[in-house]
């Protein structure tokens, strides 16, 4: 089992930043890659951002150039650095774990942007 804690997340102004953080524990050595997720009002939980053990990253097209993933594997942290951020980013966001064949949740975290 992994427990994943949240923080960060809030309310900003359009073109404002925010920096979301997510901490790992319980079975961590058996994490493989690290992302967030969001989910808009009536929409489907899409992927924002991924990165693998060996640092490689996948982006959605939407925040390719404004949003950076990154992780500390000794800590077993990740991160998602948020800039330029557009009302269309508004959702809650997840943190996502792969662990073995196994995958877990955050609790999510509101991210608010207003125009």
């Known amino acids: 089992q992994v427990q994943l804690v949240e923080s960060g997340g809030g309310l900003v102004q359009a073109g404002g930043s925010l920096r979301l953080s997510c901490a790992a524990s319980g079975s961590i050595f058996s994490i493989n890659a690290m992302g967030w997720y969001r989910q808009a009002p009536g929409k489907e939980r899409e992927m924002v951002a991924d990165?693998?053990?060996?640092?490689?990253?996948k982006y959605a097209g939407s925040v390719k150039g404004r949003f950076t993933i990154s992780r500390d594997n000794a800590k077993n942290t990740v991160t998602l650095q948020m800039s330029s951020l557009r009302p269309e980013d508004t959702a809650v966001y997840y943190c996502h774990v792969w662990a073995g064949s196994s995958d877990y949740w955050g609790q999510g975290t509101q991210v608010t942007v207003s125009s």
């Open positions: 990165m693998s053990t060996g640092g490689t990253t």
